[in-house]
């Protein structure tokens, strides 16, 4: 769950300024647009393997639901 967070926020806009855990809830994040939207598809289909879509991404509220999620999937 570190890593994925660590990765997570690395295709944020400026991911030394943000503080997340596996608590955070995504849509709550500022610096979330559709640009982080398919940066976080590609390192997911990259790092894990699995294919996401806009409605899984949407569907998990918090990190560790996505992470969860895509954990489910591989």
């Given at each position: 769950?570190?890593?994925f967070i660590e990765?997570?926020?690395e295709i944020l806009d400026?991911?030394?300024a943000i503080s997340?855990?596996?608590k955070t809830i995504i849509k709550d994040i500022d610096e979330?647009?559709?640009l982080?939207?398919?940066s976080l598809m590609a390192m997911v289909d990259s790092d894990y393997n699995v294919k996401l879509n806009a409605d899984d991404?949407?569907?998990s509220h918090?990190?560790?639901d996505l992470f969860n999620f895509i954990k489910s999937k591989q």
């Open positions: 769950m570190n890593d990765n997570f926020k400026e991911p030394e997340l855990s596996s979330w647009d559709s982080s939207n398919l991404i949407k569907n918090t990190l560790l």
